[in-house]
């Protein structure tokens, strides 16, 4: 694992080097893992059963594999292994085996297993575990929580530490998810082709939400989780293969790419916000922004844009300037309507607003602004005084300035974010102290 790797997953880029043995078991796991828990929990009905033996399958192969070398088909290696330790488990505990024997006759009632392939490879059910996992009797941080658990891999000390909870109130979380999941007997299956539409906006929602804390942390010492983000990526690149004919599947990571591309250049060496208007663009990653623009002409072509898609059509527009002021504003301001007629809130409200300012000017985007002002969604979001700051500074109202700086001050919930504001704040305030010369 080089050290771009190791940023890129959060690891420190100076910590020891595993072994082949254990970096080849690492690799095959992060990227199987999803899979063999989801066939396996598809065999047995199960989720603790499947993930228990998931991992003493793991374990075998840290201690076969350097003596046997790595398997040709190391998925189906440790989905055989796995699959005798449970079947053992369940020889040992009969009467746990017959009430999962009752829970698998009512699935495959609903939803027949598929069979696995001519080469013995691990059948992708992954897609019925991301719709279990989101399902909407499932609290909503319970279900990013299990998404994070079971198909990005996570352990439960790193899914607390995403949402900066202690280790044993995430491990109850998971186990209050999980027993829903059993007492409501949830079922292991992807829907319908008619309930599809309604079902797959939950999904989408949870793996946004995990890369919208990995793009900008709730809290921390630091602005982004590149760790979380890069987990959200895999996740949706998950998805488009297994729904390569949904648009919005296409849109959501094309969004997340062409963001995601700017990563680098967000941050100073500091840890400091750098803003977009002051961002290198030399550092934005085009590959990334190549492959997102390419997946915004599929989300886009076919019938009419979904919300994930109007968003990267956006974000392509930044990612194509060459600076903040060649950006297409009118046609950003255009696709912020569009979108706040599909997904009306005062979130998308406030952007469009200042995308509004950007095109007619301060003034137009703070008087959009100050309609919103009552909105309880905007309670507490601290981008809403940010925005406010920003315009009535350009329009040298000052103090009203400072004073939306402050009421944003109190709101952060990051350290970068709260430096970045007492620098507004300083700005504003010097100007204005008595006896100070404006600035130049």
Request: hydrophobic share 45%; net charge neutral; charged share 25%.
């Amino acid at each position: 694992m080089g050290d771009e790797q190791r940023a890129a997953r959060g690891t420190p880029p100076d910590g020891p080097e595993p072994s082949p043995a254990r970096a080849s078991v690492e690799a095959v796991f992060r990227e199987e893992r999803g899979r063999l828990l989801a066939s396996l929990v598809r065999r047995f009905g199960d989720l603790d059963l499947a993930e228990e033996v998931t991992s003493e399958a793991v374990e075998a192969a840290l201690v076969r594999w350097p003596v046997d070398g790595v398997p040709d088909r190391p998925g189906a290696w440790l989905l055989t292994t796995a699959r005798r330790r449970a079947v053992d488990r369940l020889r040992r505990d009969q009467a746990y085996a017959a009430r999962l024997a009752v829970m698998q006759v009512e699935a495959d009632r609903s939803d027949p297993a598929p069979a696995a392939d001519a080469e013995g490879e691990l059948p992708d059910e992954r897609l019925q575990m991301f719709f279990t996992c989101a399902h909407p009797a499932l609290a909503a941080d319970d279900r990013i929580a299990l998404t994070l658990r079971c198909l990005a891999g996570l352990s439960t000390p790193e899914v607390a530490r995403a949402f900066l909870v202690p280790p044993a109130t995430m491990a109850q979380r998971i186990v209050r998810a999980k027993k829903k999941i059993r007492e409501a007997r949830i079922p292991f299956r992807v829907p319908g082709a008619d309930e599809l539409p309604e079902r797959l906006p939950g999904v989408l929602q949870v793996v946004y939400s995990v890369f919208t804390e990995g793009y900008a942390a709730s809290s921390g010492a630091h602005l982004q989780r590149w760790d979380l983000a890069t987990e959200a990526l895999r996740l949706a690149r998950i998805l488009r293969r297994l729904l390569p004919a949904e648009r919005e599947v296409a849109g959501l990571l094309a969004l997340m790419l062409l963001v995601h591309a700017r990563r680098a250049a967000r941050t100073g060496p500091g840890g400091d916000i750098v803003l977009l208007e002051d961002q290198d663009r030399a550092r934005w990653d085009r590959p990334m922004i190549e492959e997102g623009s390419a997946l915004v002409v599929t989300a886009l072509a076919g019938g009419p844009p979904g919300p994930y898609g109007v968003q990267a059509a956006i974000a392509a527009l930044h990612a194509e300037a060459p600076d903040l002021t060649s950006t297409d504003w009118p046609q950003v301001a255009a696709l912020y309507e569009v979108l706040l007629a599909l997904t009306p809130s005062p979130v998308v409200a406030l952007n469009r607003a200042v995308a509004v300012a950007m095109r007619d000017g301060p003034q137009a985007g703070l008087t959009l602004l100050d309609d919103l002002a009552g909105e309880r969604q905007l309670r507490g979001y601290h981008p809403y005084p940010t925005a406010r700051g920003d315009l009535l500074q350009r329009l040298g109202r000052l103090p009203e300035a400072a004073a939306a700086y402050r009421e944003a001050l109190a709101l952060a919930g990051t350290e970068p974010e709260r430096a970045h504001l007492r620098r507004r704040l300083t700005e504003v305030t010097e100007v204005t102290a008595p006896g100070t010369e404006p600035r130049p």
